[in-house]
């Protein structure tokens, strides 16, 4: 098993056999994000991932998951993958998932049909970077796409029949009227989308990127615990989806919130509402026990 650079992976792939298909991001444009700075994207040639998988197969014997690295696989040609995805399904007698992000472009480059028979093949779950489901920010950050164009591309993969996980970042719009913007717009998106899970983080500004110099320079302000805390709530409060399984664990939340809708949609609300009422710093991660 070989690697290169920084791999990063969804928390909930964990124990997945991670299988370095791309390296970096197709994109590598959003304002937030540091995580590709050094790693031009590129695909690796096929024979090479095929050499990964007989030596994860020697290595581990079997595997149940599998997660395509790095942050765009499905920018690959769809013949390349369909490849990858049968020689995993013979490696691994056990294998019932193989998951990967995707951007949105790279989502929206790929037919129906393509999308339909990657599934069929066995790709699984397809992790979306939604961020916002508010146009103006999706502009503003440099995502690449509008908020038509981000929703065409889950509803896509739903429709595929994708197991779509959706992630958005809690404080993308800062402080000012624009939070709330975000955090209804954000909800809105979400229940036409209509993913199986939905992934809250909070922005993180990561030294090297532009929105660590906006921040630096006064351009960009973060929002406190409790206006953070303020928007989940907000997002929380306008999903109408049943069911959704909200995950907002994620290391850099403020406060660990988990459940699925509608049925834990009550007791995690007033979780939030315990902890914006109470300002009560105890009730919250401390920032040394946050993270990215
Ligand atoms: S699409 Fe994802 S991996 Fe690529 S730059 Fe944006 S946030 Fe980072």
Do not use: W
């Not at 007698?93 to 093949?121: F, I």
């Not at 939604?130 to 908020?147: C, F, I, M, P």
């Not at 899970?197 to 030294?207: G, S």
């Not at 994620?250 to 699925?260: F, R």
Request: with cysteine.
């Amino acid at each position: 098993m070989r690697y290169q650079g920084t791999i990063i992976r969804p928390f909930s792939e964990a124990d997945s056999y991670l299988l370095q298909c791309t390296l970096g991001c197709s994109h590598n444009q959003c304002t937030f994000c540091g995580t590709y700075k050094d790693k031009p994207f590129r695909i690796r040639p096929l024979q090479e991932i095929k050499e990964d998988i007989r030596m994860a197969r020697q290595h581990l014997g079997d595997a149940r998951k599998v997660f395509l690295c790095d942050g765009d696989a499905i920018a690959m040609p769809t013949d390349m993958l369909l490849d990858i995805l049968k020689e995993l399904y013979t490696a691994f007698a056990s294998l019932r998932h193989v998951g990967t992000y995707v951007g949105p472009q790279s989502t929206l480059g790929k037919s129906m049909e393509e999308l339909r028979a990657l599934r069929a093949a066995g790709l699984t779950k397809a992790y979306l970077g939604v961020e916002t489901g508010d146009n103006r920010l999706l502009g503003q950050v440099r995502k690449g796409v509008g908020a038509p164009q981000m929703l065409l591309a889950g509803r896509n993969l739903v429709a595929a029949d994708f197991n779509l996980s959706a992630m958005v970042l809690l404080g993308l719009a800062g402080r000012g009227e624009g939070s709330q913007v975000h955090a209804q717009a954000t909800a809105d998106m979400i229940n036409a989308m209509a993913p199986r899970y939905l992934a809250a983080m909070t922005v993180t500004p990561v030294p090297r990127t532009p929105l660590f110099q906006q921040v630096q320079s006064g351009e960009f302000e973060l929002l406190d615990a409790f206006e953070t805390l303020a928007e989940m709530r907000t997002l929380l409060d306008g999903l109408t989806l049943d069911p959704l399984k909200f995950v907002g664990v994620h290391a850099s939340n403020y406060l660990p919130v988990n459940g699925t809708l509608q049925r834990d949609k009550a007791g995690m609300l007033a979780l939030l509402d315990e902890a914006i009422q109470s300002r009560d710093p105890r009730l919250l991660r401390s920032d040394s026990q946050r993270g990215l």
